[in-house]
């Protein structure tokens, strides 16, 4: 039987698991939902990954400053995985489907931005989103993407060029 003390240690850790957690949630919906393009999907990822955080959150060095980090790259693992699946490839739901409206408001909405990023490999997204939207230094995108820093930094200039041929004007709007 477990004594009063244990119990206590345990309530406590489990008190500071959640503040960490509640803390990376949002980054970690908004990465999985990226990097699925799948709503549903993006919030199983992000409960498996939680739950694996859990299981392993004895095994974390570095507190509360690594931990953000350490649960992204988590949360990419499990987009990975679910990328791999064989049910991926089989089920494809349809993309919302578009509010019409100018060409104007649709480019000042992001709808353009968007559509070239969910054209880039899901690798490519997530490591212009790690950079660019969640403001990771390059050494935390290279550990979220489990790459080295050299190849965090590569892939994250190799995609943002990817992604300046779509984003340029057309000659009819020139």
Known sequence: MVDGEA?????????HFTVLLEAALDPAHRLATVMLRDR???EDAVQ?????????????RGG????????LSIVANECRMARRGRWWGVIRLAD????SGSPE??????EELRDAM?????????????????DLPMDEVARVLRVSPAAARSRVYRAARRLRPELEP?????
């Open 118 to 134: 969910f054209r880039l490999d899901p690798a490519d997204r997530a490591a212009l989103f790690c950079f660019f939207y969640l």
């Open 48 to 60: 498996e990954a939680a739950l694996k955080a859990w299981r392993k959150h004895g095994q974390l």
């Open 7 to 15: 119990t206590a240690q345990i309530a406590l850790d489990a008190a």
């Open 40 to 42: 549903p999907a993006a």
């Open 170 to 174: 057309s000659e009819d709007l020139r």
């Open 96 to 99: 919302p489907p578009r509010q």
């Open 105 to 110: 408001a649709a480019a000042f909405a992001g």
């Open 64 to 71: 509360a400053p690594a931990f953000r980090t350490w649960f």
